[in-house]
T-cell receptor, first 116, second 111 residues
Framework: GAVVSQHPSWVICKSGTSVKIECRSL??????MFWYRQFPKQSLMLMAT?????????EQGVEKDKFLINHASLTLSTLTVTSAHPEDSSFYICSARDSYSYNEQFFGPGTRLTVL | GEDVEQSLFLSVREGDSSVINCTYTDSSSTYLYWYKQEPGAGLQLLTY?????DMKQDQRLTVLLNKKDKHLSLRIADTQTGDSAIYFC???????????FGKGTRLHILP
């Protein structure tokens, strides 16, 4: 099946620093990638939809200047958490939609961010 | 608004069937999904059903959809220890590219 990877799998950073998380589709092209956030024992909340070559579409309540998304190629999207604060600590999961398979999103393994 | 509800916890004896229930509010959903999440991992799509179907079976998994009541269920036959995970019900809502997840049901297997 289709594989999506995320890097890093976990990161610890100091408050005020920026952290970049990569999401890659390994064996398929993904016109669209999605970024989710999951709090402990909570559901996944869609943060933004990332389309290759264009600006990301952010969900209501998500600060686009805080969570910078870049989808520069059909296999890579990055999420940068800028000036991270402890409340940004969470599990971030990306998913990618195969350009030829409209309905299915393939999920990455997630990145656990801890901000001290 | 769009909402997906499911019970948070289910305990089942090994070898028995597990039934995880879910209700949703958006009648315009095109697809309904069941995802599995093991500890510390991402989501794995188990199965999905089109909104114009009422049942789908895939090996040990049976999905039942009651569109009138907006009720979706996942039955896992012969539950094994490897089935221990959190199961998320999800729907596409009024946008086919946006998936709305429930809070997840933690399935605990008793020996």
């Amino acid at each position: 099946g289709a594989v999506v990877s995320q890097h890093p799998s976990w990161v610890i950073c100091k408050s005020g620093t920026s952290v970049k998380i990569e999401c890659r589709s390994l064996d398929f092209q993904a016109t669209t990638m999605f970024w989710y956030r999951q709090f402990p024992k909570q559901s996944l909340m869609l943060m933004a939809t990332s389309n290759e070559g264009s600006k990301a579409t952010y969900e209501q309540g998500v600060e686009k200047d805080k969570f910078l998304i870049n989808h520069a190629s059909l296999t890579l999207s990055t999420l940068t958490v800028t000036s991270a604060h402890p409340e940004d600590s969470s599990f971030y999961i990306c998913s990618a939609r195969d350009s030829y398979s409209y309905n299915e999103q393939f999920f990455g393994p997630g990145t656990r961010l801890t901000v001290l | 608004g769009e909402d997906v509800e499911q019970s948070l916890f289910l305990s089942v004896r090994e070898g028995d069937s597990s039934v995880i229930n879910c209700t949703y509010t958006d009648s315009s959903s095109t697809y309904l999904y069941w995802y599995k999440q093991e500890p510390g991992a991402g989501l794995q799509l188990l199965t999905y059903i089109f909104s114009n179907m009422d049942m789908k079976q895939d090996q040990r998994l049976t999905v039942l959809l009651n569109k009138k009541d907006k009720h979706l269920s996942l039955r896992i036959a012969d539950t094994q220890t490897g089935d221990s995970a959190i199961y998320f019900c999800a729907e596409t809502g009024d946008r086919d590219d946006k998936i709305i997840f429930g809070k997840g049901t933690r399935l605990h297997i008793l020996p």
